[in-house]
């Protein structure tokens, strides 16, 4: 069964320093999105990417973030200076359609980012 | 007022017992409605989609929407043990704005003891 992966699974790093996530959304999947959670709170949207464009973005994703679809299969998330604020799991999700019949979002295992 | 809102629980049942989870929603642009399973520090797993209101059967699962009250519900038949996790209930509009923007409520743990 298709699935979506993440890599890594748990990252490490000192703050101040740039970090990306990657990901590999379901290959006809045309949706995706970036998710995080911290610890004991609720899973909160990041922001959602089609056609090679960011199509919508919550206040958290602020100038720090980026997000690119590199080739055909990597979607990343790239934050760029992190903070301990950051800290958090990250989940990549991905959905044929953005609404209506087929909006099944399907999401990664997720990035545990530690940010010391 | 939360745009959702969930019982946190926790919620703690025996063995086959029949379990119902809830979610209250106020933004009534929500058109379709996810329900997942989250086992700890792992991700999201979906269970239901469901678009329009009324009741979906899936095995042991039924989703029920009820948009003129805002409210739905996760039943789940015969608890297992297997069944012990958080259950998000997450939900979305689609058009205008929206490009698959999911709301997610806080998660309700449950526990189903032997």
């Known amino acids: 069964e298709p699935e979506v992966t993440q890599t890594p699974s748990h990252q490490v790093t000192q703050m101040g320093q740039e970090v990306i996530l990657r990901c590999v959304p379901i290959?006809?999947?045309?949706?995706f999105y970036w998710y995080r959670q911290i610890l004991g709170q609720k899973v909160e949207f990041l922001v959602s990417?089609?056609?090679?464009?960011?199509?919508?973005k919550s206040e958290i994703f602020d100038d720090q973030f980026s997000v690119e679809r590199p080739d055909g299969s990597n979607f990343t998330l790239k934050i760029r200076s992190t903070k301990l604020e950051d800290s958090a799991m990250y989940f990549c999700?991905?959905?044929?359609?953005?609404?209506?019949?087929?909006?099944?979002?399907?999401f990664g295992p997720g990035t545990r980012l530690t940010v010391l | 007022q939360k745009e959702v809102e969930q019982d946190p629980g926790p919620l703690s049942v025996p063995e086959g017992a029949i379990v119902s989870l809830n979610c209250t929603y106020s933004?009534?642009?929500?058109?379709?409605f996810m329900w997942y399973r989250q086992y700890s520090r792992k991700g999201p797993e979906l269970l239901m989609y469901?678009?329009?209101?009324g009741n979906k059967e899936d095995g042991r699962f039924t989703a029920q929407v009820d948009k003129s009250s805002k409210y739905i519900s996760l039943f789940i038949r015969d608890s297992q043990p297997s069944d012990s996790a958080t259950y998000l209930c997450?939900?979305?509009?689609?058009?205008?704005?929206?490009?698959?923007?999911?709301?997610f409520g806080q998660g309700t743990i449950l526990t189903v003891h032997p």
């Open positions: 990417f089609y056609n090679n464009e960011i199509s919508e």
């Open positions: 997450a939900m979305g509009n689609a058009g205008g704005t929206s490009y698959g923007k999911l709301t």
């Open positions: 290959s006809n999947h045309l949706y």
């Open positions: 999700a991905s959905s044929e359609v953005a609404g209506g019949l087929s909006a099944e979002q399907f």
């Open positions: 933004n009534s642009a929500f058109q379709y």
């Open positions: 469901t678009y329009s209101s």
